[in-house]
């Protein structure tokens, strides 16, 4: 027995599948244990190395960090998804005047390193006398970055629906833009949902890279928190506790978006429309009309 896209494993290949499985597990599990036996060894359990999350002002200055990063996460990610649209409809025009610069632009900006952004933003307009501020620089970089990933991803969502679809469109009489606004992107939209949210918790993540530019986000204050010597410099706790606030502001998000996913793929009263409407039959215009509960009428003259 056999599938489209390969064999399925016969009982040989089965029981070394598993034994290939059992010892993968192994191996992690090896690998995180002695991971977590070296931060014991190493006394990052200790109640003083913990000592500085008992200060209240520390839990402030950590929410502080955490709206500084929800901040600038939620500037980048509206300006990252308007651009990408912007980008996306460029580069599907149909003038090769608006067409090639768009593409240009898209392939530039996704060439770029989001790091260097941030550096040439804010390190590198002062030397023209162009003064950046760290919040503006990592946002403008993460807008132009994602921007660009997210056009490419809405260019091919529309691409690869049928071409019936813009067919259609047309020969109600829509417009180009009609048929784009109305049939083909909300559709693109919905289909490629899931790419659209992963790619804005990458966006959510790239925000630690602030820090490199003294932005005062959960990164930077890890490490600030983690270099105090009084508070007996606690990195690897600093670090651990950041690490969970952002992992639950990603699985926060993904939670948003997989509810936002299931409201757009639910398509209310599409099955009753759907049953109401009798199939499409090949005959004559009588047996249409008799199939449809109207009366026969003879041959028109």
């Known amino acids: 027995m056999s599938s489209v896209l390969y064999d399925v494993p016969g009982p040989r290949a089965m029981a070394r599948n598993r034994v290939l499985g059992v010892l993968t597990v192994i191996v992690i599990a090896v690998i995180v244990g002695y991971f977590v036996w070296r931060l014991i060894d190493t006394g990052q359990f200790t109640a003083e190395k913990w000592s500085a999350f008992t200060y209240a002002n520390v839990w402030l200055n950590i929410g502080a960090a955490t709206l500084a990063t929800l901040s600038t996460f939620g500037a980048a990610a509206v300006g990252a998804i308007v651009l990408g649209f912007v980008l996306a409809i460029g580069r599907m025009s149909d003038h090769a005047w608006i067409r090639v610069p768009f593409t240009a632009v898209v392939e530039f900006l ?28 990592v946002v403008i970089a993460l807008v132009a970055y994602n921007g660009s990933v997210l056009s490419e991803v809405i260019r091919a969502g529309v691409e690869s629906l049928p071409r019936g679809q813009s067919e259609a469109g047309y020969a109600l009489g829509l417009r180009k833009a009609g048929v784009m606004r109305l049939v083909l992107l909300p559709q693109a939209v919905r289909a490629m949902m899931p790419v659209i949210i992963a790619q804005l918790v990458v966006t959510l993540k790239d925000t630690a890279l602030g820090f490199i530019i003294t932005y005062p986000e959960l990164l930077f204050y890890a490490k600030y928190l983690g270099s105090q010597p009084s508070l007996d410099s606690p990195i690897i706790p600093s670090t651990i506790v950041v690490a969970v606030i952002y992992i639950g502001l990603c699985l926060l998000l993904s939670f948003i978006a997989t509810t936002v996913e299931k409201r757009l793929r639910r398509s209310p009263g ?12 090949q005959g004559t215009d009588t047996e249409l009309i008799v199939a449809q509960g109207g009366e026969p009428r003879g041959p028109a003259r």
């Open 110 to 137: 996704r060439a770029v390193p989001v790091l260097i952004f941030m550096f040439l933003l804010y390190y590198g307009l002062p030397v023209i006398d162009v003064r950046v501020s760290p919040y503006w620089a």
């Open 270 to 281: 599409g099955g009753a429309v759907a049953a109401a409407n009798p199939p499409l039959q």
